[in-house]
């Protein structure tokens, strides 16, 4: 007993320590975010005169509402097609079976270890062919088929868990594949759905690669993106930069804080499947 | 499929029973009609998927190849040039350089979490649940959560000249040591990878302590009884159970290592020098400001088949035996 109690002890401690050190950077960017404008801010130091109206001089100077819009606008042409066509495909691998399904989860797999750098630059010549460079579609359409590994991956492994007897029984109902699809397995793979519109959001918010090589307008990439092109503008101006990038973050920390248990369940589940 | 193929399994069947016979082309005939349903229609689900999937990745991916394989400047005529780019990959001393600044990063990314992820999850297993736990969990999933540009931007501040690093070095005494991390030549690439692990450290964490969690009680109470200490316990029953977890962290954070590209863009942008260009930054780099995109291609590849190289044989190792 006794030992398990120092035990018990020294893991908080360590959990202690670890807890801090991962939010130091936060605290420290807070901290010089806080001072004032012009001034040279050192590692951590509370501001006698907090500046709060950083934030609003770095909302004005990097265009946020124009980026939010921007990214929202990604982010709704990337996540409900990519969701909605990955629990399809999901569903005739995992449920229907289709012949030849496995050569075509095969040719996913391959997939899911690619670094994005590996297709970049023919995509660049692509989207330029199509004409849609420096356009949003120039992000959101690569996006969805990049995610495809992945999301396929997860909604298949959702739907071959599912006993094939269900869809039988709808089927002596007479309902035909599309009914069966959307009154019955779709409302029961609703949790699957929901982790992966999680993951989906915060990984189209946070991309960085394609959005500059792909689109040279910053008001016209996802934040991550957004946030390189500000960095490079207001890189010596470390407050205002602190104040910026805070500010971009926050959206990603309220999904996750509102969302963190499906989200901690689905990064666990989704590293553990991948 | 014909009427003979669906008779054919009669004469091994069974024996002449008559009253199976009216059954029997029902059932030759219910799984043809199965098949239709699931191959017409199902088809018909998966291809929106496959159509995109073909279309921005396979597609892209087929012309890395081939590109990889000419001189081309993006705009005029691409000449054959065979294996010349992959020669120049392998013999240029500066792209060899680039490839080891990705495999030593796998240290920082890949090594460094697991092992100490290690280390927090066996001495933490008992404290997972309850409120403290949450806290915990949530906090340690923040770096996973925030874009790794932000999380880049924060770790330059920190790591500057005027940082919190230098800041507390002063503090304790060893001033002389303080240095702008990421500036240096010595220190540029180590300073980058702990970026790296401060991001990755709290996935692998949560994914041992998850993992931990799942280890029969029973276990540890036999190897007391035998009378191993914490480190015996650790080496026989923690570390093979968790097999599965370490293989999953490893292969997450090997890649995350190898195609590493936002914190190296934003923190130092390679430099100084080429101290922390990673392949990610250099393919950038040659195929849109050198406009060398058949060199541009042929480390892409190389960086694929590397990932590929690292990532399998874990798999095969911490995957194969449990099934």
């Known amino acids: 007993m006794n030992l398990s109690r120092r035990e018990n002890l020294t893991g908080r401690i360590f959990l202690l320590v670890l807890v801090v050190v991962t939010l130091l950077p936060f605290v420290s960017m807070l901290s010089a975010a806080l001072q004032p404008r012009g001034t040279v801010p050192s590692g951590l130091a509370w501001p006698s005169d907090p500046q709060w109206g950083n934030f609003a001089d770095a909302f004005t100077v990097a265009n946020m509402g124009a980026l939010l819009r921007s990214s929202l606008l990604i982010v709704a042409g990337v996540v409900p097609v990519s969701v909605l066509i990955a629990t399809m495909a999901g569903f005739g691998l995992g449920q229907l079976r289709v012949p030849g399904g496995r050569i075509v989860f095969g040719l996913l797999l391959l997939g899911l270890t690619l670094p994005f750098e590996a297709v970049v630059t023919p995509l660049y010549y692509q989207m330029q062919d199509l004409g849609l460079l420096n356009t949003r579609w120039a992000i959101i359409l690569p996006l969805i088929g990049l995610y495809m590994p992945f999301a396929v991956f997860w909604m298949r492994a959702h739907f071959s868990n599912v006993p094939v007897e269900l869809s039988e029984a709808a089927r002596v109902d007479g309902s035909s594949t599309w009914q069966l699809f959307w009154r019955v397995q779709v409302p029961l793979a609703k949790p699957a759905i929901a982790s992966l519109t999680i993951l989906m959001f915060l990984w189209t918010w946070n991309q960085f690669l394609l959005a500059i090589v792909l689109v040279d307008d910053p008001a016209k990439r996802t934040m991550a993106g957004a946030l390189g092109a500000f960095q490079g503008q207001w890189g010596t101006d470390l407050v205002l930069l602190c104040a910026g990038s805070l500010l971009i973050l926050t959206p990603t920390l309220i999904v996750f804080l509102i969302f963190q248990r499906q989200f901690i369940k689905a990064l666990i589940q989704g590293s553990l499947k991948g | 499929m014909t009427s003979a193929f669906g008779s054919a399994p009669v004469g091994r069947g069974d024996p002449v029973s008559t009253p199976a016979r009216p059954t029997r082309p029902s059932a030759a005939r219910a ?73 030593v990063l796998i240290v920082f990314f890949s090594f460094v979490p697991v092992a100490l992820g290690l280390l927090v999850a066996s001495l933490v297993r008992r404290i997972t649940t309850g409120a403290f736990g949450t806290v915990v969990r949530t906090v340690l999933f923040l770096p996973q959560v925030i874009p790794l540009v932000a999380a880049g931007i924060a770790w330059s501040w920190l790591l500057s000249s005027n940082g919190l690093i230098n800041q507390l070095l002063r503090a304790v005494g060893l001033g002389g040591v303080a240095r702008a991390w990421l500036g240096d030549f010595d220190t540029a690439l180590p300073a980058v990878g702990v970026i790296g692990a401060w991001v990755l450290l709290g996935l692998c964490t949560i994914l041992l302590v998850t993992g931990m969690s799942k280890i029969d009680p029973a276990l540890y109470e036999a190897a007391r009884l035998d009378g191993a200490g914490p480190i015996r316990e650790f080496f026989a029953v923690t570390l093979p159970s968790l097999r599965q977890e370490i293989g999953v962290c490893l292969t997450v954070t090997i890649i995350a290592a190898l195609a590493s590209f936002d914190i190296v863009y934003i923190s130092t942008s390679g430099g100084p020098g080429l101290q922390t260009t990673v392949p990610g930054l250099e393919i950038y780099r040659l195929a849109f400001s050198q406009r060398q995109v058949g060199l541009a291609s042929a480390l892409a590849v190389v960086l694929m088949l590397l990932v590929l190289l690292c990532v399998l044989p874990i798999q095969r190792l911490t995957r194969g035996d449990k099934s």
Request: proline residues 4%; charged residues 15%.
């Open chain 2, 31 to 103: 799984p043809r009609k199965r098949w239709a349903r699931a191959g017409g229609t199902g088809w018909l689900f998966v291809l929106p998927a496959v159509v995109m999937y073909a279309a921005f990745v396979l597609r892209p991916l087929v012309l890395t190849i081939q590109y990889s394989f000419y001189n081309w400047n993006g705009i005029g005529v691409a000449r054959w040039a065979g294996l010349d780019n992959y020669l120049t990959v392998f013999t240029d001393s500066d792209l060899l350089k680039i490839i080891g600044n990705a495999l």
